[in-house]
């Protein structure tokens, strides 16, 4: 099934990491369309998504912290940084 995601104005657009202790995990959000893409591909169904009539204008990803594999993956292989 094909995600329709809705272009955020560019100015607006992030990424969020945030390292949860208490909670033992790392969570990801982000409304960069590229990013969420290879995201979904790495990690899988987002834990949320948040929905603007049929598009997906944002979503969040939480892995926990004792899968470091998973958390390597996403640091080798998602373009976060642009770089």
């Known amino acids: 099934m094909s995600k329709n995601y809705k272009e955020i104005n560019k100015a607006e657009t992030e990424t969020t990491i945030n390292v949860l202790y208490s909670e033992k995990l790392l969570s990801i959000y982000t409304n ?3 990013l969420e893409r290879q995201l979904y591909k790495i990690l899988g169904e987002p834990k949320q998504e948040y929905v603007k009539g049929k598009s997906i204008i944002g979503s969040i990803w939480e892995i926990p912290l004792h899968e470091k594999t998973k958390i390597s993956k996403v640091i ?3 373009n976060i940084f642009e770089l």
């Open 32 to 34: 960069k369309i590229e």
């Open 76 to 78: 080798l292989k998602a």
